[in-house]
């Protein structure tokens, strides 16, 4: 995993690789990618629910998505536990 993990480092940038947890997300995996240090990203509660009961850090998560307003409270009262 380092080759490809250093393949995407540069000079000019900061660069992260993030696992698309919409691919599969189980608590497995995402102790699998906290264990090979690279971030993940969260569309919605659920998502963050079980990458949080994982070893994953949440400052390893990136939120994205749309419609996300009226559920923002909720989502970052749980990535502040």
């Given at each position: 995993?380092?080759?490809?993990?250093?393949s995407?480092?540069?000079?000019?940038?900061?660069?992260?690789i993030?696992y698309?947890?919409?691919?599969?997300?189980?608590?497995?995996?995402?102790?699998?990618?906290?264990?090979?240090d690279?971030?993940?990203?969260?569309?919605?509660?659920?998502?963050?629910?079980?990458?949080?009961?994982?070893?994953?850090?949440?400052?390893?998560?990136?939120?994205?998505?749309?419609?996300?307003?009226?559920?923002?409270?909720?989502?970052?009262?749980m990535?502040?536990?």
């Amino acid at each position: 995993m380092e080759p490809f993990k250093n393949s995407f480092k540069s000079k000019k940038f900061n660069t992260n690789i993030l696992y698309a947890s919409k691919a599969l997300l189980n608590k497995y995996i995402a102790n699998v990618v906290c264990e090979e240090d690279i971030s993940i990203d969260a569309v919605s509660g659920g998502e963050i629910y079980t990458i949080l009961n994982s070893r994953m850090s949440a400052d390893k998560i990136y939120f994205h998505g749309n419609n996300k307003l009226k559920k923002c409270n909720v989502i970052m009262h749980m990535l502040q536990k």
